[in-house]
Nanobody, 115 residues
């Protein structure tokens, strides 16, 4: 059974940093592509960053230069380092794993950026 568990969210002032973690149980980690998504109240869920199983990355324009996605097969964890946070980064952040034509989602972690 595949499970994704996010952590690391919280309340931070604008300009601050947070690192989100996504721990993956099951044996899929090294075969999966991962994405971090976010959903603000009343808005759709959008892709923030993505990393393939070969560690190629891409980012939404709104986070380029501020966010970094990474993965470590040794501990089956994907990360999202978020720097220079802005008010508009406030959202629930979700980790997703794509493998064998299936997508698995975590439960989400709240990130709130205050002024």
């Amino acid at each position: 059974q595949v499970q994704l568990v996010e952590s690391g969210g919280g309340l931070v002032q604008a300009g601050g940093s947070l690192r989100l973690s996504c721990v993956v149980s099951g044996s899929i980690f090294r075969f999966a592509n991962f994405g971090w998504y976010r959903q603000a109240p009343g808005k759709q869920r959008d892709l923030v960053a993505r990393i393939t199983k070969s560690s190629s990355t891409n980012y939404a324009d709104s986070v380029k230069g501020r966010f970094t996605i990474s993965r470590y097969n040794a501990n089956a964890t994907a990360y999202l380092q978020m720097n220079s946070l802005k008010l508009e980064d406030t959202a629930v952040y979700y980790c997703a794993a794509d493998v064998l034509a299936k997508t698995y989602w975590g439960q989400g972690t709240q990130v709130t950026v205050s002024s």
